[in-house]
């Protein structure tokens, strides 16, 4: 491993088309903004916005703040862009993701189980429910969770040979420490498609991840639930 990589500041990382662009929001508003007020504006499920202005506050580019309530309750947050942001709070993640993650490999007994209950979790989370009695057919599905995984920073392409899909994510925004951690990482990987889907009520489900399968390149392999019941029957 690499010590010197770990110790290098992160700042300077690519944002990510989304990130970019609630970044330019809070730029633009003339007064800190709630996460509805992002989430409206860039499109974006409330959860993914603030998983976006959360990573933004983390790296120094904005700033959170409670909002003035007149009412007794607790109150919401508010977002603003921090002038200079940029130059400010050299971060470290990559250290921080290296020591978690071998945490969860070293004390764990079933590490790979726990990563991919996590991705689950955090699938559902990030992810819009259709509305009651709504139901995706399996290309809509795959088409929100591709546009759901180039969010994150995966730059995901979908391809199917009409009965089958394969998402290919091109880009992974943690492969240094999945490079050391594929057990941990992947199966969150993994677990997150997994989560997301089930949250859409999809009649599709990712089967398995086949991590590096080129030097850039993994594969997410899909699969229908009609695929899944022939393959067990």
Same mark, same amino acid.
């Given at each position: !491993? ?10 300077g ?30 499109g974006?499920?409330?959860n ?6 959360d ?8 700033? *959170? ?11 919401? !947050?508010a977002?603003?862009?921090v ?8 971060? *470290? ?8 993650t071998s945490?969860i ?5 079933k ?35 591709? @546009? ?11 391809v199917?040979?009409g009965?089958?899909?394969?998402? *290919? ?17 992947c199966?969150l990987?993994?677990?997150? !498609?997994?989560g @997301? ?11 398995r ?5 080129e030097?850039?390149l993994?594969?997410?392999?899909l699969?229908? *639930? ?8």
């Amino acid at each position: !491993m690499d010590v010197q990589a770990l110790l290098t500041p992160d700042a300077g990382a690519p944002l990510g088309q989304s990130r970019a662009h609630v970044l330019d929001l809070l730029r633009a508003a003339g007064s800190p903004a709630g996460v509805k007020d992002i989430a409206d504006q860039a499109g974006l499920h409330p959860n993914t916005a603030r998983f976006h202005l959360d990573a933004l506050v983390d790296a120094g580019l904005a700033a *959170r703040a409670p909002k003035e309530r007149t009412t007794p309750g607790r109150p919401s !947050m508010a977002y603003r862009a921090v002038a200079g942001g940029e130059t400010m709070g050299r971060r *470290r993640y990559r250290l921080l993701a290296e020591m978690l993650t071998s945490l969860i490999a070293g004390m764990l007994p079933k590490p790979g189980e726990a990563a991919g209950e996590a991705g689950r979790e955090w699938g559902r989370y990030l992810t819009e429910p259709p509305p009651p009695y709504q139901r995706l057919d399996a290309g809509k599905a795959v088409g929100r969770l591709t @546009a759901t995984m180039a969010e994150i920073g995966f730059a995901p392409e979908a391809v199917t040979d009409g009965t089958r899909y394969q998402l *290919r994510l091109r880009q992974c925004p943690f492969r240094e420490v999945a490079e050391n951690h594929q057990d941990v990482v992947c199966q969150l990987h993994l677990g997150l !498609m997994q989560g @997301a889907l089930a949250q859409m009520r999809a009649p599709v489900t990712a089967d398995r991840l086949q991590p590096f399968a080129e030097p850039s390149l993994c594969i997410a392999y899909l699969a229908t *639930r009609q695929n899944q019941a022939s393959a067990g029957s």
